[in-house]
């Protein structure tokens, strides 16, 4: 006889196991999609904030001092310092744009004491002296400010790593609670069908074959539940990719919350490791249970 053939029935309860592993599977997904945008918003920073400084320069309070002549001086000095390629300043306007998802684009803001900045590029592999270069740039331009990200983008990393292990977190419990959730209904189970198992303990199957059995029909159930769980949650995720073409903006000031076709292409993998998980607990349990019995 095929082991893998059905010989226990489903039971009527069933649709509850399938509803639960469903859920799981659902959460199971969000999580590794949250894993996966955090990480590629993680290297998008660092792509767009690696190797470049910003220097910012406020209005002066000293009537004395002109703010076109401290830009102009902020310039000379970056661009006439060593390792770094291009120095220029950024536009009203697109500073403007920058402040707006702060700020609204309320026409008040035009009034507000917005700085301007001056945005410079490292040279690759240049060394930069951060602390020299603030010195200079403070002598010809008393109200500028220098910062070179790093602040800023250890913060960021440590964001995004919380995030990442959070939803391994996560993806740890609903591992644990799946294999729970099969080892309980495993269990009833093989209590409700213990006259199918002692009959065919009494013609001579082995715990193995009689595992198998089980094994199998937890595996499937738990694939085909996962698998709409799983589906569910890359809808969501298609949903916000498509928002995100159209320029609607999903949860402002955090990324996208859409996934790539390559990153939705993980999500495969959660009804894979359900089905494992449900295959390995029903098989461990089936084999304790038998081992008390007989």
Do not use: C
């Not at 120095?87 to 009034?111: N, R």
């Not at 790593?161 to 939803?167: L, N, R, T």
């Not at 199957?205 to 199998?216: C, K, L, V």
């Not at 029903?282 to 008390?292: E, I, Q, T």
């Amino acid at each position: 006889m095929n082991p893998n053939t059905r010989i226990m029935p489903r039971d009527k309860g069933a649709i509850s196991l399938d509803v639960v592993i469903a859920v799981m599977a659902f959460l199971a997904a969000l999580a590794l999609g949250a894993s996966l945008i955090a990480e590629r918003a993680a290297a998008t920073w660092r792509t767009g904030l690696a190797g470049r400084i910003t220097v910012q320069i406020l209005p002066p309070e000293n009537s004395h001092r002109s703010l076109n002549r401290e830009i102009d001086g902020a310039l000379a000095v970056l661009r006439s310092t060593p390792g770094i390629a291009h120095a220029a300043l950024i536009s009203e306007q697109e500073t403007l744009t920058l402040i707006k998802p702060w700020l609204g684009s309320d026409a008040l803001i035009a009034d507000l004491p917005v700085p301007r900045l001056l945005d410079a590029e490292i040279a690759p592999g240049a060394s930069l002296d951060v602390a020299r270069l603030h010195s200079r740039l403070r002598s010809a331009a008393p109200d500028s400010f220098l910062d070179d990200h790093t602040r800023w983008l250890s913060r960021l990393r440590a964001l995004a790593d919380g995030i990442i292990w959070s939803a391994y977190g996560v993806l740890l419990l609903v591992a644990l609670a799946t294999a729970a959730t099969v080892s309980f209904a495993t269990r009833a189970g093989l209590e409700a069908h213990r006259e199918i198992v002692e009959l065919l303990h009494q013609i001579g199957a082995h715990s193995g074959f009689i595992a198998r059995a089980f094994e199998w029909h937890y595996f499937i159930a738990a694939v085909i539940a996962a698998t709409i769980g799983a589906g569910l949650a890359a809808l969501i995720y298609l949903a916000g990719t498509g928002a995100e073409l159209v320029g609607f903006e999903v949860v402002p000031f955090l990324p996208p919350i859409g996934l790539h076709l390559s990153e939705l292409a993980w999500l495969i993998t959660v009804p894979v490791v359900a089905g494992w998980i449900a295959l390995l607990t029903a098989r461990l349990s089936v084999l304790g249970a038998l081992s008390r019995i007989y």
